[in-house]
């Protein structure tokens, strides 16, 4: 990359570049043009455009900046976990340009008030497009539903009481069809807690041998099975959250197949590790969903390989090292993940051969916009220049002392993975390059 | 040979070397407590501190004992007297007890994994008395020594645990030990409480009472938690008595030789039945001793104690 400049003009173009779209990598080199934050154009070969700064990625892939539909940035109430700002910062070293914050904060994201509160906490940062998502009980308390309408006009663009499921299923069924009659989806954290229980890992081998509390996977697909019948019936879009067991991926494929309005994600950690991994009874390796058996590994990868899992989003749940060092069992459950999704994608479903490389960005770009519905993660002419450059093959070691968030429980501390984040802009912008001396 | 590791943290990575050793150091042991005076000097001067984080009367008493025998200074504290109650971290008291430069800690935890835990922050041997569910390893000690005296190598012998085998760290170091002396372990309950996936620790599965202790050499009956509540993972003490309880009835269909073991506290007429209990094919009390014995045998030997000495007269 050559990067003579000292500030990024307000129009140039990017050039050497391969550019990554439509689940697709182009074959040859080609270019982006940026004007006033928007695409101008794009295409291989030469740029038609003349006498622009340029900026020459030579043989970097240029895709679409990446969405996370799932976030934890905490803020307000434990900052010390994270803020809106330090989370912004790591999402921008992930490559991600859009993120969609969660509503488990302290107080509770239930009215337009904090939904202001949590966009303008975005904007001051400028790192990337912080996209709330509304509770959808009041205080996620599982019994009233909130003001969504209300949510929906002061920004928030999903539903969730995610950090708990929502066990009554009458207010599942409502929010399913206020969701549906404002256009959002509602976000399920599916887990039937009746059937999980006080576990703290996947419920299996491993948690036997260990002598902790197991979740079984049947908490899980109940959950999943509840809900898509529940949007069978509404018709509102159920997107359901870190999807983590073999029966969860079947029953949506199954849904999609029926034309239900259902979405999903899945995490990182989910498509590449297993339960075995708590055997040193670590909590970097405890979050809710666990990680669980080698089969549903495999079947995460497949289901987003196939698209019955739409997207990749990372979960990203800060806790400080002080609880984090608690017992295994007496740990908060979660992971931090933006700034290694890219890389563990690449090392574990591309060079698994599960995934190309153009399906694994698409994944993380077009695949979360349209579960989001927003007009981002395609590079369309004349839509915001949110985009980011990546080296595939470049390999790098998880180093906490080098994220960039305020926290540091990830699952791949120490591990060398492969594909790396060089820069990434928004609204054409650089908000993040590997390298310094960085931009302004 | 002597044992060479700072701690002795389960069964799970114990070789079968280290558990035979064991095993024959504290069968000297057992020896001194004929005697008149049944302590040896062996650990004047140094410190052993026994932290219970999870109330235990027989575990803690059968230490004490073990190391007032081999002449150790003791200091005991237990959730009720420690600042644990006050919210500090495990982390905190690991340091402070780092700090305070201890030669040997012993630890019973409610929460699994804890053992291990300590051992990474301290210095010290780690002995766990207790971990969670996980393991207790000097309870496996102690019924694999039982055992051994009376079936001598173990290899090929069938022994058939009893109970809530899910909830139990004794079953687990139980599994661990005797699959390393090449028994046959079978495990018997009611399904809420001995899940299937156990098969891959090496163990047969079976869930007819009759059918696991037909064969057997050894029963290992374990204490039911009445604690944890009837109405979950059993109906009632009755109905749990009556489909898994070690009755006269199920000792009349074991080989003659058989005999029946329970880590204690007992309760009567729910996992073992009061003739059972008290009857001849019981051998409760010789655990109870063995413990004492296992015990000053890992405090010898974690704390740099030669076999070979012990053997020339130390301690006989």
Redesign the interface.
Same mark, same amino acid.
């Given at each position: 990359m050559e990067w003579s400049w000292q500030r990024i003009p307000a129009e140039y173009l990017v050039t050497g570049v391969k550019l990554a779209r439509g689940g697709k990598i182009a074959a040859r080199k080609g270019y982006l043009h940026v004007k006033k934050g928007r695409v101008e154009a794009l295409g291989v070969g030469k740029p038609t455009a003349e006498g622009l700064p340029v900026l020459e990625a030579d043989g970097l892939i240029l895709a679409p900046g990446f969405i996370d539909t799932h976030v934890h940035f905490r803020e307000p109430g434990e900052e010390e976990k994270e803020t809106v700002a330090t989370g912004s910062r790591a999402a921008a070293a992930g490559g991600f340009t859009t993120v969609v914050t969660m509503p488990n904060t302290d107080p509770t994201i239930d009215n337009p008030g904090l939904v202001r509160y949590v966009i303008d906490r975005g904007n001051e940062a400028g790192l990337c497009r912080v996209l709330p998502a509304g509770a959808v009980s009041i205080g996620r308390q599982g019994q009233g539903l909130a003001e969504l309408g209300a949510m929906v006009e002061a920004g928030a663009r999903a539903f969730t009481d995610d950090g708990s499921p929502i066990e009554n299923g009458k207010l599942m069924a409502a929010a399913l069809k206020y969701g549906n009659l404002l256009g959002v989806p509602i976000m399920s954290h599916a887990e039937d807690r009746s059937i999980v229980g006080s576990g703290c890992m996947h419920g299996?081998?491993w948690s036997?041998?260990?002598?902790?509390?197991g979740m079984a996977r049947a908490g899980e697909d109940a959950a999943v099975f509840r809900d898509i019948e529940l949007a069978r019936a509404s018709g509102g879009h159920l997107h359901v959250c870190h999807v983590s067991t073999r029966g969860a991926v079947d029953i949506i494929r199954r849904a999609k197949a029926d034309g239900i309005n259902v979405t999903a994600e899945a995490t990182p950690h989910h498509f590449s590790l297993d339960h075995s991994r708590c055997r040193?009874?670590s909590p970097r390796f405890k979050m809710n969903p666990p990680l669980r058996e080698t089969d549903d590994v495999a079947a995460v990868a497949d289901g987003l390989a196939d698209g019955t899992i739409d997207c990749i989003a990372t979960d990203h749940a800060p806790h400080t090292a002080?609880e984090k060092?608690?017992?295994?069992?007496?740990a908060p459950f979660g992971v931090i993940g933006l700034e290694t999704a890219f890389a563990v994608g690449v090392t574990y479903l591309v060079e698994e051969g599960r995934l190309d490389l153009g399906q694994l960005i698409a994944c993380f770009s077009e695949r979360p916009a349209r579960v989001l519905g927003l007009p981002l993660g395609s590079l369309e002419d004349g839509a915001e220049a949110d985009f980011v450059l990546l080296d595939p093959s470049g390999e790098w070691t998880v180093d906490a002392t080098t994220l960039h968030g305020r926290s540091e429980n990830s699952c791949f501390l120490g591990d060398r993975l492969r594909g790396r984040v060089m820069a990434t802009f928004m609204r054409g912008r650089l908000t993040w390059r590997a390298t310094e001396p960085s931009l302004t | 040979m002597s044992l060479q590791r700072k701690d002795v943290l389960g069964l799970e990575d114990m070789s079968a070397e280290e558990i035979l050793l064991v095993l024959d150091i504290a069968s000297r042991f057992r020896a001194v407590f004929d005697r008149p005076v049944r302590s040896v000097p062996i650990m004047r001067g140094r410190t052993v501190v026994n932290f219970f984080h999870e109330p235990s009367t027989r575990t803690r008493i059968s230490f004490e004992l073990a190391e007032k025998r081999l002449s150790a200074d003791i200091v005991n504290f237990s959730v009720a007297t420690s600042s644990f109650s006050k919210g500090e971290?495990? $982390?905190d008291t690991a340091e402070n007890l780092a700090a305070m430069k201890i030669d040997m800690l012993v630890v019973r935890?409610g929460?699994?994994?804890?053992a291990?835990?300590l051992s990474r922050v301290l210095a010290c041997p780690v002995i766990n008395a207790g971990?969670?569910?996980?393991?207790h390893p000097t309870q496996g000690l102690l019924d694999i020594m039982t055992m051994h005296q009376r079936l001598g190598d173990m290899r090929g012998k069938k022994v058939t645990i009893i109970g809530d085998i899910?909830?139990s760290?004794v079953a $687990?170091s139980n599994i661990w030990g005797l699959n390393k002396l090449g028994a046959e372990v079978t495990v018997c309950g009611p399904p809420t409480m001995v899940?299937g996936?156990?098969a891959?620790?090496g163990v047969t599965v079976e869930y007819d009472l009759k059918k696991a202790v037909a064969q057997a050499d050894v029963l290992n009956v374990l204490r039911i938690q009445l604690e944890r509540g009837a109405g979950g993972d059993f109906p009632s003490n009755r109905e749990y008595h009556r489909m898994y309880g070690i009755t006269e009835d199920v000792v009349r269909g074991l080989k003659p030789e058989a005999f029946v073991m329970h880590p204690g506290p007992m309760n009567r007429n729910v996992e073992i039945s009061s003739e059972v209990a008290d009857g001849p094919r019981q051998v409760i009390l010789d655990q109870v001793a063995n413990g004492v014995a296992v015990r000053m045998a890992l405090i010898y030997l974690l704390s740099g104690g030669d076999p070979g000495a012990l053997a020339s007269g130390e301690a006989a």
């Open positions: 299996g081998y036997t041998r260990l002598g902790l509390t040193d009874y002080t060092e608690l017992q295994f069992d007496q | 971290t495990l $982390r935890h929460s699994s994994g804890a291990q835990y971990d969670g569910c996980h393991e899910a909830h760290r $687990r899940p996936n156990i891959r620790m």
